[in-house]
């Protein structure tokens, strides 16, 4: 496999991970120890990773660094938080004509 994927499959997940807990980039990096710029840089595929740090992450994460790896097999934070939106926006939307269909015909 080539690095940019590499770069590209451990950037998404760091950033998939870090979503799902809510935790900004300046949090992550201090769990972590590493400054907000460096890890700017590795979510962006602009720097690689250590070792160490690769634990720290995974560590910090509750999962294996293997998963760190794991081409995206769900959707990312960003793909679930549009859906979330548009399922409510469509509820919000199918109550409003249930309402003027009732309100129409029902009273």
């Given at each position: 496999?080539?690095?940019?994927?590499?770069r590209r499959i451990l950037s998404s997940n760091i950033k998939h991970y870090r979503?799902?807990?809510g935790w900004s980039q300046v949090k992550l990096a201090e769990k972590i120890e590493i400054s907000t710029n460096f890890l700017a840089d590795i979510e962006t595929g602009k720097s690689w990773v250590s070792s160490l740090t690769l634990v720290k992450l995974a560590n910090c994460?509750?999962?294996g660094v293997y998963e760190l790896f794991k081409p995206e097999i769900i959707p990312s934070y960003e793909i679930k938080e549009s859906i979330k939106?548009?399922?409510?926006?469509?509820s919000v939307t199918f109550?409003?004509?249930?309402?003027?269909?009732s309100k129409k015909y029902l009273d």
């Open positions: 496999m080539e690095e940019a994927k590499l979503g799902l807990r994460f509750g999962i939106s548009f399922a409510h926006d469509i109550e409003h004509s249930l309402d003027k269909i």
